[in-house]
């Protein structure tokens, strides 16, 4: 069945109008599009655009692998990638200073084994648009190619150095932008010109469409036209597709500086671009959940699936398997293809994978009900609202729908043997809102997680009364350790982590903090230290609700600017010893690997950073952070004019999409 979701929600308010669909002008467009992204690399399905082909496949059919250690790809690209992190490493933590420590020595010392070296994860958490753009700002500030990112008190080169950066919800709308756009840096795509793309323009929302290109000729009626044409060319071929497809396509034209949103760009082609096969940048890995048909609420026990540029799979002990992101959509069964007759390519699309990793439609129907009591509903809309959305629900559409590939795969263990489709949802609805799970597995040997959370978590009552909204309180992190405590960890190592309340009144939830830091409080073996970064105003009241799916340049630059501040601390003005901290971080598990002396600087950072064990589990005060740069503060002026007021259009949009749980 195709579900056009998103056309009957702005119907519902009938903000967008009328949409005449001028079929002749879209195809005319589509050929257009064809002719001009053949040219280019990345567009791995053009001329074919969102619709997945059927063809034999190649002489060594497709597999499902066993999830047993690393692909061999990934085994083989990490050669490159760890020894081009080496360079920049030294260059980090010559700049760090950590006295007592010789940091260019002891990389010299130990590169002949890059295992011994240092293995950095950065991690992007999920909350719609606040958690791409300070998930960004995080990046920007870990990136040396950020003017002045490399000045004292800044940590330039992190980004360079990091083996894996992982996104989940928003945070995958990040790392995607960077990968699906030959990795710009965030200054560059800051900078770009509205003139020219419609890159994180996000005045014009997803709902109105984009102001700039081709489709600003065919206006919000071109728009829709385009969306729906996409996704039915998809549904045409055979396959299956639901409100996420349109999810997708529609942030596509945000995220993806392409014409149309790029529908030709795929996952899997990252892994053909010479940015990526030259081992210059991290290693991109995007989350989301299973859900099992006919599950509303997910489990904290529930399989987490991974993106890769090569696979979709997972190490859980249920599928534990990884199938071949290229061939997505060929029908597996017991680990093969059915048909060497028919492989499936063109099904991976970026945006379907980003919109899979947010795709959150099942939790909607009760936020919908919630979100009476803020009286931004009418009564009229909120019933139009629940039915369609009930609608959804009930026919199950309210997912991503792969083909199965793990269809009798491990049928022992692996619940959804017998099912003909893979369901994915939003990769933080089993209250993991930060992708840590990627990166704790053991056969990737990460040393340091930096954890940005920009979870929502805290409203006008919680913690407790008359508290600021939208900050995050430790529930994100607090989940993977509460996992890490069942069976589907299977044994993976991870740091012991306090209760919420405890966030709160230890102040964990304001300020940087490493969990793990000594290497035996961990369940299991040795897991990564983690670097928590929890959002917290720097320098931009950055807490901003999920459900504003509008943005100027103005305040979108001050939310990434406010992340930038958070991953260096205001450039070391809120602590001098930030950045020899952040070096002590990313060295010490390899120092104890090493069997070499942590030096007295670190001593001295763990002593303040470390999470020291202790608990407070009494219920919290209110939590109302201040302005910790308040010399650096960015005013965006709030008189009047520029932002257009939520409206029920807004906020129907964000329903549809990010509801504010994160
Ligand atoms: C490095 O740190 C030491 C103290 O830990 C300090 O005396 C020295 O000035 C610092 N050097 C630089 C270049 O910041
Ligand atoms: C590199 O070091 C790791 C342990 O840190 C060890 O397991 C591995 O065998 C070493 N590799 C080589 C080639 O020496
Ligand atoms: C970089 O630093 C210089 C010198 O402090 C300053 O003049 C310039 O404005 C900075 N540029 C940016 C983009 O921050
Ligand atoms: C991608 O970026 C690299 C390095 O910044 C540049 O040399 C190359 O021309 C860019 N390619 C495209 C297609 O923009
Ligand atoms: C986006 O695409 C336009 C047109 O191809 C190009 O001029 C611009 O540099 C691109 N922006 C980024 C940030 O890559
Ligand atoms: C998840 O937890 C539920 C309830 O405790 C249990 O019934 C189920 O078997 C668990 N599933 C897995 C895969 O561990
Ligand atoms: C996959 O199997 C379904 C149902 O058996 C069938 O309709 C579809 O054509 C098959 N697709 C491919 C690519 O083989
Ligand atoms: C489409 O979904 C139906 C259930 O709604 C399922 O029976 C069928 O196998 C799915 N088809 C494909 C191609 O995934
Ligand atoms: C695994 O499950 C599939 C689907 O139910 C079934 O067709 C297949 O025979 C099973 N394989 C084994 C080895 O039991
Ligand atoms: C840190 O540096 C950035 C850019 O270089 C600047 O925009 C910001 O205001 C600085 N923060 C503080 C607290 O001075
Ligand atoms: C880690 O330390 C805390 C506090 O001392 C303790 O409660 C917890 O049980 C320890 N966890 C492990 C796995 O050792
Ligand atoms: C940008 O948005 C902010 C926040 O809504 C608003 O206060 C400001 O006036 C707007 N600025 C412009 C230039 O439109």
Request: with cysteine.
């Amino acid at each position: 069945m195709r579900y056009t979701g998103i056309l009957a929600c702005a119907a519902v308010d009938g903000v967008v109008g009328a949409r005449s669909v001028d079929s002749d002008v879209v195809q005319r467009e589509a050929v257009r599009e064809a002719s001009l992204l053949t040219a280019r690399a990345f567009p791995a399905n053009a001329p074919h655009g969102y619709t997945p082909q059927t063809n034999a496949c190649p002489s060594d059919a497709p597999t499902i692998r066993n999830a047993s250690g690393l692909s061999p790809n990934e085994t083989a690209w990490l050669e490159t990638r760890r020894q081009a992190t080496i360079d920049p490493m030294k260059q980090l933590l010559a700049r760090l200073n950590i006295s007592g420590l010789d940091t260019d020595k002891y990389i010299s010392d130990h590169q002949s084994n890059v295992s011994n070296l240092p293995n950095i994860g950065i991690a992007l958490s999920g909350g719609g648009y606040r958690a791409m753009l300070n998930g960004a700002g995080v990046v920007q500030a870990f990136d040396s190619k950020t003017v002045n990112s490399t000045n004292a008190g800044h940590l330039g080169g992190l980004l360079q150095a990091a083996t894996y950066l992982a996104g989940l919800s928003g945070g995958s709308w990040a790392v995607s932008s960077l990968y699906a756009n030959n990795f710009s840096s965030v200054s560059d795509i800051l900078a770009s010109n509205p003139d020219d793309s419609d890159l994180w323009q996000l005045g014009n929302t997803i709902y109105e469409g984009p102001s700039k290109g081709s489709i600003q000729l065919l206006g919000s009626a071109g728009y829709y036209a385009a969306l729906e044409n996409q996704v039915s060319g998809k549904e045409d071929a055979g396959f299956n597709t639901t409100i996420t497809d349109y999810w997708g396509r529609a942030l596509s034209y945000q995220i993806i500086n392409a014409s149309d949103g790029g529908p030709a760009y795929t996952f899997s082609s990252i892994a053909q671009q010479d940015f990526f096969t030259s081992g210059s940048v991290p290693l991109p890995l995007v989350v989301a959940d299973g859900r099992a048909p006919g599950e509303t609420i997910i489990p904290g026990n529930t399989t987490v699936f991974e993106f890769n540029p090569w696979e979709l799979g997972t190490f859980d002990p249920t599928v534990a398997g990884f199938a071949p992101l290229k061939y997505m959509g060929s029908n597996f069964s017991s680990g093969n293809v059915r048909s060497t007759e028919a492989c499936v390519t063109g099904f991976d699309n970026i945006g379907f994978v980003f919109g899979t990793s947010s795709s959150l439609f099942n939790t909607i129907l009760t936020a919908v009900n919630g979100t009476n009591s803020t009286g931004l509903l009418s009564t009229a809309l909120q019933a139009s609202l629940t039915a369609l959305l009930g609608g959804i629900a009930e026919a199950d559409n309210d997912i991503a729908d792969y083909p199965n590939p793990f269809y009798g795969w491990n049928n022992a263990t692996n619940l959804g043997h017998a099912s003909q489709q893979l369901t994915l949802v939003d990769g933080g609805e089993d209250g993991q809102n930060i992708p840590l799970h990627p990166l704790i597995q053991p056969p990737r040997a990460v040393d340091v997680i930096f954890a940005v959370d920009s979870s929502a978590d805290t409203n006008a009552t919680l913690p407790t009364n008359a508290s600021a909204t939208g900050w995050p309180s430790g529930f994100a992190i607090e989940s993977t350790y509460r996992r890490s405590l069942t069976e589907i960890q299977n044994g993976t190592p991870f740091p012991s982590i306090p209760d919420v309340n405890s966030f709160f009144n230890l102040g964990l939830n304001n300020r940087p903090t490493f969990f793990g830091c000594n290497s035996s409080n961990t369940t299991g073996g040795i897991a990564p230290l983690i670097v928590y970064l929890p959002n917290a105003p720097y320098v931009y009241t950055s807490n901003v609700s999920t459900f504003d799916l509008e943005y100027n340049n103005t305040e979108r630059n001050a939310i990434v600017a406010n992340g930038y501040n958070l991953a260096t601390q205001g450039n070391g003005t809120v602590d001098p010893g930030w950045g020899t901290c952040v070096g002590c971080a990313i060295v010490s598990r390899s120092l104890e690997r090493n069997g070499v002396e942590v030096p007295e600087a670190c001593t001295t950072c763990f002593a303040k950073y470390c999470w020291d064990g202790t608990l407070n589990e009494t219920a919290p005060g209110s939590y109302v952070p201040e302005m910790k740069a308040p010399g650096a503060e960015i005013k965006v002026s709030t008189s009047g004019a520029g932002r257009s007021k939520v409206s029920a259009a807004m906020v129907v949009a964000a329903l549809i999409v990010i509801v504010g749980v994160w």
